[in-house]
């Protein structure tokens, strides 16, 4: 088994006046995997990726990326990076960003002549590379943006708030690009609060509250202890049937029956108990937390000592 691409024991930071935004954050990010990373406004999770990348400096840490130390600079060669809110000088066209930020990456003129092509048809950018960064709409930038991230041909990628201001068709194709990338091999690491888009991506999640992680997992996981299994009939269930059936743990309501259960085994004997009773059964399915209502419940039972404020 590889060892994980990033893989951190506790990481600090405090900002003047005692505002603590990170409190001993621990997780482990596996090779060629989609994290998400998801918490309210001022959870720490931006503040934790520019500690990654060396952007800010950490209170304390312990951590391992791509084998070396956090903080190892010339790890940082074979890291990408789009920031959050990421500005680029509008008097550059978007093939001049590229080029440089090919320049600040050390991205040789004979490898980006060859690149910088690739990575704008990728992004769909290919039509507006001539056309200055001043004339963009804040869905192009982004994909700029993500073009310039992948200049180095990274094998982590750190993505902040990538569809942010993006339109419906751009967050598609973003999130078609994660894909991709991860396919490759590549790891992604991704700053969201649109949990609907990650929830199509990631492979695995951690939730930041109050700048703790409070829930890391994989959705499977995560959701695992609070999975149900609903039936439907044809009609509402007659009440003795439904107080029969509640005595064998069932929730009952109208024409549903409801089992928590990891399995959909426990359903057999409701199966078996409406047809014997010749009720028809209309459907059957699992119910799972949506990964919003699994955030909301993280951040509500989170902790809530101290002062929050993370940035």
Excluded at 4 to 12: A, G, M, N
Aim: hydrophobic letters at 35%; aromatic letters at 4%; a positive charge.
């Amino acid at each position: 088994m590889e060892p994980p691409v990033i893989e951190l024991s506790h990481v600090r930071k405090m900002y003047r006046g005692r505002v603590e935004a990170l409190r001993g954050i621990s997780l482990q990010v596996p090779k060629g995997c989609v994290f998400g990373l998801l918490g309210p406004n001022g959870a720490g999770k931006s503040t934790l990726v520019k500690i990654l990348t060396t952007i800010i400096r950490a209170t304390e840490c312990r951590g391992i990326m791509l084998g070396h130390p956090v903080g190892h600079k010339p790890t940082l060669k074979r890291v990408g990076y789009l920031p959050e809110h990421v500005r680029f000088p509008e008097y550059l066209t978007g093939a001049q960003v590229i080029d440089f930020s090919a320049g600040l990456a050390g991205v040789s003129p004979r490898r980006l002549k060859v690149r910088k092509g690739e990575l704008l048809e990728r992004v769909k950018m290919s039509e507006w590379q001539r056309r200055k960064v001043s004339t963009y709409s804040k869905g192009m930038k982004q994909r700029i943006g993500i073009a310039q991230a992948l200049v180095n041909d990274p094998e982590v990628v750190f993505l902040d708030e990538p569809t942010d201001g993006v339109d419906p068709e751009g967050r598609r194709d973003i999130r078609n690009l994660v894909r991709e990338l991860r396919d490759e091999g590549r790891t992604v690491f991704i700053n969201t609060h649109l949990l609907t888009e990650l929830e199509q991506v990631a492979d695995r999640v951690g939730i930041l509250s109050k700048g703790r992680l409070v829930r890391e997992g994989t959705l499977e996981e995560l959701t695992a202890a609070q999975r149900q299994y609903e039936l439907r009939t044809q009609g509402p269930i007659p009440p003795g049937l439904a107080e029969r059936l509640r005595a064998g743990g069932a929730t009952t309501g109208g024409n549903t029956v409801t089992i928590d259960a990891q399995g959909p085994e426990p359903m057999q004997p409701v199966i078996d108990l409406l047809r014997s009773e010749e009720i028809m059964i209309r459907s059957m399915h699992e119910k799972r937390l949506s990964l919003e209502e699994l955030f909301l419940e993280a951040v509500q039972d989170g902790p809530g000592d101290g002062e929050g404020g993370a940035r």
